[in-house]
DNA sequence: TCGGATGTCTAGCACTGCTAGCATCGAGTG
DNA sequence: CACTCGATGCTAGCAGTGCTAGACATCCGA
């Protein structure tokens, strides 16, 4: 390999983060409306062109936004779910976390969750962090199954956490209510 | 008051039903995407402007068409509520009237729920519609409070049911497992 | 029949995502 | 060293968006 080629892969590698980089913080500092191709070349300091010389188009940058978080996401219940001995703790420790990112980072909750980006969930080619991040709620979810199979009780319980995580974002459920309904779905889930 | 100016006035409300029917019907057919302000005018035969003298902005006209909706999935909850005596039935009639409303017409949920239309929820001058779907929901979790609060209880239950939903429109749950996380859901609930 | 108010439309603004086509620059060859 | 030629990034522009100012017509009451 030539090594001025390998220079330019890494210059572009470089400049391929540097646009999704951009494009989180203008996102998490304005939302997603203020993430316009024109105002994020110009944080780049590149011409709108070249973000389509990376990415597909708008929606492949926020793609990629999401995979990021996403990842962000597993490791933090993993973090909370490995804290703790008991099952009971360990699944209370990542209920909150999962609550915790939904509402301390709205932006990227959206482009992972609730923004239409078919990140082809499910399939077997899902992105290893999607994986992951179904992975830590499995194992956590686990010791509570009994005879129900599990991955469907994993599905019923995501499902109820993004339930509250979108609708607290919305507005729609009393702010000062948030930990009692967190403790009366873990007493009702397990 | 003056027979003229009532006729201007039926006539006025009767353009107001005409461009909500529209964007309802255009948003159902092709997704809120294709309801723009020039296909919405070209619907109903007048030009842009026109819009604009009956809603503030296109949120407000997304906004009438959400409303209308709630009060709808407050009628069908109502019904599959008071078709059973048994408590039980009715909570599990009751969750699938909802989740079969979310599938069914994806357009119009994502108005109601998804979308940020601020709807004011919560507040004590929440429309009748709001107060009347979320009144339907205590009535059938009232039986299973216990001594959970049953506001917070209804609020578990919503958003169960809130994540099922806007995870199965995303493809991001297995579509052939939908009654088991139904049962599963419920099992725990009761 | 006329004046004025009411209503509607045309035309346009500032913005969006995206792209065609043109410079410019640097690497490899004679 | 000179030169070609391909890669790279830019300017300019297209079609579409939500929304509005101002011209125009139409109809009512006097």
């Known amino acids: 390999m030539v090594p001025i080629q390998e220079r330019r892969e890494r210059e572009r590698a470089e400049r391929h983060r540097l646009i ?3 494009a989180r913080e203008l996102a998490e500092a304005e939302g997603w409306d203020a993430v316009t191709t024109r105002r994020l070349a110009e ?3 590149y011409s709108q062109p070249v973000l389509y010389s990376h990415f597909k188009n708008k929606d492949a940058i926020v793609r990629a936004v999401a995979l990021q978080a996403i990842g962000d996401l597993a490791e933090r219940m993993r973090a909370a779910r490995t804290a703790h001995r008991s099952p009971a703790k360990a699944l209370r ?4 976390a999962y609550l915790d990112f939904a509402a301390t980072r709205p932006a990227l909750y959206d482009a992972m969750f609730v923004r239409e980006v078919d990140l082809s969930f ?8 999607l994986r992951a991040a179904f992975g830590e709620l499995v194992a956590v979810v686990e010791p509570f199954a ?7 009780l994993t599905e ?3 499902s109820a956490l993004h339930g509250q995580a979108t609708l607290n ?3 729609r459920l009393r702010p000062d209510h948030h930990r009692a309904r967190v403790e009366v779905l873990l007493s009702r889930f397990c």
Chains 1, 2 share one sequence.
């Not at 009994?146 to 469907?152: H, P």
């Open 20 to 22: 999704v980089d951009a």
């Open 43 to 45: 944080r780049v300091e």
């Open 93 to 96: 420790a990542l209920a909150d």
């Open 122 to 129: 499910g399939t077997a080619e899902s992105p290893p962090e």
């Open 146 to 152: 009994g005879d129900d199979d599990v991955e469907t």
């Open 156 to 158: 019923v319980l995501w």
């Open 169 to 171: 974002q919305g507005r």
